[in-house]
């Protein structure tokens, strides 16, 4: 019989996944930027040089603190930019990945965790009944690699979008 889990571990494991949430909305501020900086240079960057540009661009991304205002932003932009259709499905993907991973990271940063003698699961608090997700240590466990992950697919569409777009003529 494993042994229960303790509130302190099951904080941790919150942590560690909403540390790992941080990087999704890096990756997302990424596209958005290199979307615009493409557009109105007309060639690729580099964002890991002093690029002043990038740093405004990022800043007008972060000027909103709503993640779905800011996937309407880069989806208008990707859609009015990018006309390769692969690239196009893997936006909608990430797009739709988003709600559900988006949705998770919200009960673990809004939620408590819930228990008697150790900790049993997070979820929003008994007032919040319609938002009412309850997650259980191994599903929040599991967050951490699947942040990661999703992180990697926004970062890799990034960079496809930013070489297909500094190819323009």
């Not at 972060?62 to 893997?90: G, W």
């Not at 709600?99 to 003698?117: D, F, I, K, S």
């Not at 191994?138 to 190819?167: D, H, S």
Request: glycine content about 6%; charged content about 20%.
């Amino acid at each position: 019989m494993p042994k229960p889990i303790t509130y302190p571990q099951f904080h941790e494991a919150m942590g560690s996944a909403l540390t790992a949430w941080t990087a999704v909305e890096d990756a997302f501020c990424d596209l958005f930027t290199r979307l615009i900086v493409c557009a109105v240079t007309g060639k690729g960057i580099d964002p890991m040089r002093n690029y002043d540009g990038y740093k405004i661009v990022a800043g007008v991304f972060h000027s909103t603190s709503n993640l779905k205002a800011k996937i309407e932003m880069i989806d208008r932009i990707f859609q009015k930019l990018v006309t390769d259709a692969d690239l196009l499905t893997e936006w909608d993907r990430i797009k739709d990945k988003q709600r559900t991973l988006y949705g998770r990271r919200n009960v673990m940063a809004h939620g408590h965790v819930w228990g008697n003698a150790h900790a049993d699961f997070v979820a929003y608090p008994f007032h919040a009944e319609s938002r009412r997700t309850r997650l259980t240590y191994m599903q929040v466990c599991g967050q951490t690699p699947a942040f990661k992950q999703y992180e990697a697919r926004i970062t890799a569409l990034a960079i496809a979008a930013n070489a297909l777009l500094a190819a323009r003529a």
